[in-house]
């Protein structure tokens, strides 16, 4: 069984959907949960992180985390052009840095 | 506002070659790592750094793999005979300490090419 699952896309929306993007994760003992951008042949841009279970907030994106059911959200509201990129969940244990990534899903946003 | 870089953006080279990866991370953080990403697949964990020692590394970080920090300010990736199915983009990553391990800014990476 894979560490963390992905939903694989892709995902075309119109501008001003929101977007929902997720992702399980297998093991219990990963406490902190990321999400990245990353542009065709970019580095990953981390987005926002999140600890515990429950919403965290930052402008137009919203993360949400239910360890209970080992679930990770990302939402995006009003999307944009802009937006288009592939989007990384990440997790991670919190001790030596090693960060397990999702397979990644492609977002694009049309005008 | 402060980033890591990498270079060369681009290296190619021959199997069996040994090639070295350079990576300058942000100047505070003390915890430093290599990640690659195979075309088309997911980013994956190679090593952690920290205090001039690994911390951590993955399967994938075998005796062909070494880094160092030869300086106060470059961390380098060290693949000794290089095989086709190296050929990858090759991130460095930096967090500012362990406790923060989660907030890891990465580089615009190194699409290394093995022919």
């Known amino acids: 069984q894979k560490e963390v699952e992905q939903d694989p896309g892709p995902l075309s929306v119109p501008e001003g959907a929101i977007v929902s993007l997720n992702c399980t994760y297998s093991?219990?003992?990963?406490?902190?949960f990321m999400w990245y951008r990353q542009y065709s042949r970019k580095g990953p841009e981390l987005l926002m992180y999140?600890?515990?279970?429950g919403n965290k907030e930052d402008g137009r994106f919203t993360a949400q985390v239910d360890k209970s059911s080992k679930y990770i959200s990302l939402f995006i509201r009003d999307s944009q052009p802009s937006d288009s990129a592939t989007y990384l969940c990440a997790v991670e244990r919190g001790n030596a840095g090693k960060s397990t990534f999702g397979d990644g899903t492609t977002l694009t946003v049309k005008p | 506002e402060p980033e890591v870089t990498q270079t060369p953006s681009h290296q190619v080279t021959q199997m069996g070659q040994e090639v070295i990866l350079r990576c300058v991370p942000i100047?505070?953080?003390?915890?430093f790592y290599w990640y690659r990403q195979i075309l088309g697949q997911k980013v994956e964990f190679l090593v952690s750094?920290?205090?001039?020692?690994?911390?951590?590394k993955s399967e994938i970080f075998d005796d062909q793999f070494s880094v160092e920090r030869p300086d106060g300010s470059n961390f380098t990736l060290k693949i000794r005979s290089t095989k086709l199915e190296d050929s990858a983009m090759y991130f460095c990553?930096?967090?500012?300490?362990?406790?923060?391990?989660?907030?890891?800014?990465f580089g615009p990476g190194t699409r290394l090419t093995v022919t």
């Open positions: 100047s505070n953080h003390l915890y």
């Open positions: 990553a930096s967090s500012v300490t362990s406790g923060r391990a989660y907030e890891q800014y």
């Open positions: 999140t600890y515990s279970s």
């Open positions: 093991n219990s003992a990963f406490q902190y």
């Open positions: 750094f920290y205090n001039n020692e690994i911390s951590e």
